[in-house]
């Protein structure tokens, strides 16, 4: 066992990244709540009236104007933190 975790492994995504980099798998408080302050600043600038986040659901929803820009908005801001809105829930 001590073989398979001694050392880092690395991790092909995108760039090249560590294993031990990051929240780890089963960090159940931390790695949620690092994602949620991540995300904060894209969830407070929306300006919707419908605008309630659990982590990585977001549903948004009031006047059509406000609300396509609002979907630009979290395009945009999720692409500059890594992360992509799957458009088939939409």
Not at 17 to 22: N, Q, Y
Not at 30 to 42: A, I, S
Not at 61 to 84: F, P, S
């Amino acid at each position: 066992m001590k073989v398979c975790y001694e050392q880092s492994s690395p991790l092909c995504f995108g760039d090249l990244l560590l294993s031990d980099e990051g929240a780890q798998q089963g960090d159940r408080s931390l790695g949620p709540l690092l994602f949620c302050l991540t995300t904060r600043c894209l969830t407070r600038n929306i300006s919707s009236e419908l605008n309630l986040w659990f982590l990585d659901d977001g549903p948004i929803g009031g006047d059509i104007d406000v609300l396509i820009r609002d979907l630009q908005t979290v395009r945009q801001q999720a692409a500059a933190l890594g992360l992509i809105v799957n458009e088939s829930k939409a």
